[in-house]
């Protein structure tokens, strides 16, 4: 009896799988480092120590803000596949306009750098008696190998070892919460916004100028713009404008839609890591440290964690301040490159870059000046630096020739410009009363 033919079963056509939303989740975690920095530990510990409970409606108001503004910041990126400086600098046309808006944004990355070298040689002097300014140099050094393992590796590499920072930040500044658990009424009432004094509006700029920083909303966008580059449209997209992802084999078929949806749950987790974290630091310090004489400082403030609630919480502390200033310094370097190739069209050596805003740091520390009030001070200079890249945003971001279908609803731009009208308004209080010495 005759065989019957092997019949070869059905080929499959090869599918590109596609990723979770947790593989598509990232650029919003590096950008979020930038919340996470000594500047705001400065502010909220300074905040906590001197004022108690009364600020903390600025914290978490200046987290909900935050949240809209990464968010625009990411999307620009996804969607045109541009940064916002390379927006802005196709879009000036004036060369001296462009100039000088490049100008003060490398000032606000010059503040940053201070804020967060500072920190990370404030930290490593508290755990290993390092001199400041060689603390700055170690910082600076750092800040550079990641610079490289993010130019040789790939932004996925750099996303995990900044993540890997981000949850020591988070365990070193949330320790002592649950050692010594502050007063659950005096948190209701830090929630209703009142300012007491000058210095509490001096407080509450810096807390929002560490908060809502700009070199954050200038990384965002080129942070999703590296890991989601835009390419030829996808199937569904064409309508609207919009450009898919790169052809990497991870990203195809991915339209551009799910990568917004992937975008907000990725600025929701890195807003609610940053917003609970700088919420307990103010709260550890209120909590612990009012009316503690020195505790203003980051040096007092760590030697009265160290008497009141043991080493483990001060180390912890101190751990948290040097993580925080090793992420923070190399995120604020890849904003500082990316301002000055989108704005000046021109692309500089990672090394002479990196030097530009680091000597700064580093003759304020060889100058001996008091590293808090430098971090507080830089923060209020970040806060006058929001505006510029903030008003910018709402509008590129609302316009229909930019993000096609895209483009913001009304409700957003609506509450993009009421962010903007408040920290406009706050900065001019703030001049106002810093002219007036009021």
């Known amino acids: 009896m005759p065989k019957s033919p092997v019949v070869a079963p ?18 919003a975690l590096v950008a979020g480092v930038a919340y996470l920095d000594p500047g705001n530990v400065a502010s909220n510990m300074t905040a906590g120590a001197v004022y108690g409970y009364l600020l903390v409606w600025v914290v978490v108001l200046g987290n909900v803000m935050a949240w809209l503004i990464q968010y625009l910041s990411a999307k ?20 001296w306009a462009r100039r000088a808006y490049w100008l003060q944004a490398e000032l606000v990355a010059m503040a940053t750098d201070i804020a967060e070298v500072i920190g990370g040689a404030v930290a490593l002097n508290l ?8 603390g700055g140099l170690i910082t600076g050094t750092v800040s550079i190998a990641l610079l490289l393992l993010q130019s040789r590796r790939g932004p996925k590499t750099f996303e995990f070892v900044v993540i890997g920072l981000v949850v020591i930040i988070a365990i070193g500044f949330t320790y002592g919460v649950f050692v010594a658990p502050p007063d659950p009424a005096g948190i209701a009432s830090g929630l209703m916004p009142r300012f007491e004094d000058s210095g509490s ?51 195809r078929g991915i339209s551009t839609a799910r990568l917004l949806r992937a975008t907000k749950w990725d600025v929701t987790i890195a807003m609610l890591i940053a917003g609970t974290v700088n919420l307990c630091i103010l709260l550890l310090a209120a909590a612990n440290l009012a009316g503690v004489p020195g505790t203003d400082t980051l040096e007092g403030a760590y030697a ?10 001060a180390t912890l502390f101190a751990v948290g301040l040097l993580a925080s200033g090793l992420a923070s310094t190399s995120v604020g370097a890849y904003a500082g490159a990316e301002i000055m190739h989108g704005l000046l069209h021109i692309r500089v050596p990672l090394l002479a870059r990196r030097l ?3 000597i700064p740091a580093l003759i304020i520390l060889a100058a001996g000046v008091d590293p808090t009030l430098a971090l507080v001070l830089s923060q209020v200079v970040l806060s006058f630096g929001i505006p510029f890249a903030l008003i ?12 096609g279908g895209f483009r913001n609803r009304a409700v957003t731009t609506v509450a993009g410009v009421a962010a903007s009208v408040f920290l406009i308004a706050l900065n001019a209080i703030l001049l106002w009363l810093v002219l007036t010495g009021s």
């Open 10 to 27: 059905p080929q499959r056509t090869a599918v590109p799988s596609v990723p979770r939303t947790a593989w598509l989740i990232g650029p």
């Open 76 to 95: 620009l990126g996804i969607v045109t596949g541009r940064s916002l400086p390379e927006t802005l600098g196709t879009r000036m046309r004036n060369r």
């Open 127 to 134: 755990l290993f008696g390092v001199p400041l300014l060689w």
């Open 201 to 251: 509006v001096l407080l509450a700029a810096s807390i929002l100028g560490a908060t809502i920083m700009p070199h954050a909303i200038y990384a965002h966008s080129a942070l999703a713009r590296d890991r989601f580059a835009p390419g030829k449209p996808v199937f569904g997209d064409e309508t609207q404008g919009a450009r898919t992802p790169a052809p990497l084999e991870e990203l």
């Open 304 to 313: 009265a964690l160290d008497a009141g609630l043991g080493p483990a919480v």
């Open 356 to 358: 530009v805003t680091l």
């Open 392 to 403: 910018p945003l709402v509008a590129l971001t609302a316009k229909r020739d930019v993000l």
